[in-house]
């Protein structure tokens, strides 16, 4: 029982360029979350999605981009990568009901960009 | 703004007595509130949730208090354990119905031995 799988661990980028972190969840969630952590601070929420085909932004999107084609897919794709994206990223999902459910969240990658 | 607020950075515990770490909020819609627990290199875990129409919930050695008037909340742990050293997170979430969650700074407690 896999959960959220987030690849790679680890990345460095060079500043101006781009990668795509990738998101998985097997659990048939249709909720799913990116966040990061700065050092030192809590989790931003960066962009979410409800369900295949609807994104929305959150509290830090500028510079980022999601694409949900999938129920299990959400990658997050970042175009020109500056210093101020070094963080570690956190993809999480949930399948909230009639009430909400709590977050499960991937291991997380950790990306320095120089 | 910070919607949600958790203003002691660490906390040191000895084994077998309670820990406690707060949690303040701003957003008086928020209606739904967890606990994270967060060992380095690890993805947050999950701990415990609380409802707005509830003012206390169980489980095991962690109890979560809510108290909506003063927009507080609390996690307990007794006895804490040296296993429970970690970063705490809150969370909270609603209003909108998008389910989105906003996280405080943390809380590094270290139970000591």
């Known amino acids: 029982n896999a959960g959220v799988t987030q690849t790679p661990k680890f990345r460095i980028l060079k500043i101006g360029q781009s990668m795509t972190l990738q998101c998985t969840q097997d659990?048939?969630?249709?909720?799913m979350y990116w966040y990061r952590q700065d050092p030192g601070m809590g989790l931003k929420l960066i962009y979410y999605?409800?369900?295949?085909?609807?994104?929305d932004k959150g509290e830090v999107p500028n510079g980022y981009n999601v694409s949900r084609s999938t129920t299990e897919d959400f990658p997050l794709r970042l175009e020109l990568a500056a210093p101020s994206q070094t963080s570690v990223y956190f993809c999480?999902?949930?399948?909230?009901?009639?009430?909400?459910?709590?977050?499960?969240f991937g291991n997380g990658t950790r990306l320095t960009v120089t | 703004d910070q919607q949600v607020k958790q203003n002691s950075p660490s906390l040191s515990v000895q084994e077998g007595r309670i820990s406690i770490l707060n949690c303040d909020y701003t957003?008086?819609?928020?209606?739904?509130f967890l606990w994270y627990k967060k060992y380095p290199a690890e993805g947050p875990t999950f701990l415990i949730s609380?409802?707005?129409?509830?003012d206390k919930n169980e489980d095991g050695r962690f109890t979560v208090f809510l108290n909506k008037s003063a927009k507080h909340l609390s996690l307990h742990i007794v006895p804490s354990q040296p296993g429970d050293s970690a970063v705490y997170f809150c969370?909270?979430?609603?209003?909108?119905?998008?389910?989105?969650?906003?996280f405080g700074t943390g809380t590094r407690l270290k139970v000591l031995a």
């Open positions: 999480a999902s949930s399948n909230p009901g009639l009430t909400a459910s709590p977050l499960h």
């Open positions: 659990m048939n969630h249709n909720y």
């Open positions: 999605s409800v369900g295949a085909g609807i994104t």
């Open positions: 957003n008086s819609m928020f209606d739904y």
């Open positions: 609380i409802s707005s129409i509830k």
């Open positions: 969370a909270a979430s609603g209003g909108s119905g998008t389910y989105k969650y906003i």
